[in-house]
């Protein structure tokens, strides 16, 4: 069997990975990377592959993994699309927001409005349970997991043509409100006291974190593999998500203390209504002004109760009725509020401030030294946001922080994966090619065999 990396390895973008045998294939994910207005899988042969193509899976809704889906369909696939039901509902969202950035560059998408429409999404789990297999079609099996990236995030393991063959999606043990479901070789079992110790070590308040109330045991389910494609977004980082916390509490902080206000361009869906959660724990006195849409995606996510840890809604609930929560919905009440609060912090629906919108935000911050605007995530090169942060020092005016918030896997977390899969074969993904050479030789010196840093049109046999 062929892995093909159309995109995803050796890169930060357009996850997409083609499995071949025999004149067959597989494609897991077919997504974009955000940069020179929008680059795409790398198909040698788009048509030939299309006509072997026996299915396609999407792990999650985050336009690196999904929004080239229409370029299969323009080019005559006529199959499906498996992918859980949340997943679904969140993509017209983000098929709206690629469309306005390319429309906004005036760059031409290679499908049309009528190719999205033709997509044909099937549930997973109405064919089969999380942490259980099941026949998918014909000599194709399938056992999936919540992968705690996004409401209907997933991992995949699929048995076909008698190989095993693992895929992470976009993979955190250590979201605060999703459910992160432990992919586990069968030589493995885990109690919930043990993925408490693995996954966070000693942490200083145990008791703010809610946990899966499923069972004290976490069964173990999948066999010796021939291949895993994990997420290694964060190279060798060791830092965990109590580390990065603590970091992010640190420089806002600092700003309030010194009457400035804090601004947080977050993605739309994800890592945002997680930080917004935190934020209003940690500050309940200190003003919250959110973007609207943000809100919107709060009240989604309280809708996801089979993907969240218990007592989440109540946190959601809670916030919702925060009495220091100021939603925005246009300029004129931004503008109010702004005056109205001189610390405050500020939630915009874009995490590398390319739209208008955010920009306004950091425009009325840009001169004050007390301020700081805080990037935490993934940053495309070119883009406003990466553009801040090569800049920053020295610099007048507002200062510019970038704190990772924790949404993939780090080195101890790729560690722990590949130790309770059982040291398979794995290809190291969703990070520049320096940073996973790196990853990969760390890990071989600490004994974990057959691993590979790969980079887009590279191909493996096993």
Known sequence: MQLTVLGGAGEHGR????????GQHIVLDYGVKKEDGGQ?????NIEEMIGGLQTVFLSHAHEDHCIALPILYRHGYQGQVWTTRATVQQLPAYF?????????????????????????????????????????????????GRSGHLPGSIWLTLCWKGKYIFFSGDYTSESQTLVADRPLHL??????????????GELEHPEQWQWEQRSDKIAPIIPQLDLAIVDAAYGDDPQSQVEKLHQLKTHIDEAIQMGGSILLPVPLYGRGQELLLWASEQYPHIPLLVESA????????????????????QRIDQLLHHAQLYPLSDAEETDIRYAQYSSKIIFTPDGMLQTKLARQHYERLQHDPHSKVIFTGHLAKGSPGSQLVATSQPRDGCQIERVRYKVHQGLPD?????????????????????????????????????????????????
Do not use: K
């Open 15 to 22: 996850s997409s990975y083609l499995l071949t045998e025999e």
């Open 40 to 44: 795409y899988p790398l198909v040698d």
């Open 96 to 144: 709206n927001a690629w469309r306005n950035y390319t429309d906004g560059r005036h760059v031409t998408r290679p499908y049309d409005d009528e190719d999205e429409q033709r997509i044909c999404y099937r549930y997973l789990e109405d064919i089969v349970p999380a942490g259980q297999w099941g026949q998918l079609q014909p000599g194709l099996d399938i056992c999936w």
């Open 187 to 200: 030589s493995h079992s885990l109690n919930r006291s043990e993925v408490l110790q693995t996954v966070h």
């Open 294 to 313: 943000l809100l919107e995606g709060l009240q989604l996510l309280r809708s996801y109760t089979d993907w969240l840890h218990h007592g989440v809604e």
């Open 414 to 462: 790729v560690q722990r994966m590949l130790h309770e899969l059982n040291r398979p074969p794995a290809v190291l993904v969703h990070a520049p090619q320096a940073r996973t050479d790196q990853l990969a030789a760390q890990l071989r010196q600490q004994g974990y065999p057959n691993i590979h840093s790969l980079i887009p049109t590279a191909r493996l046999e096993f």
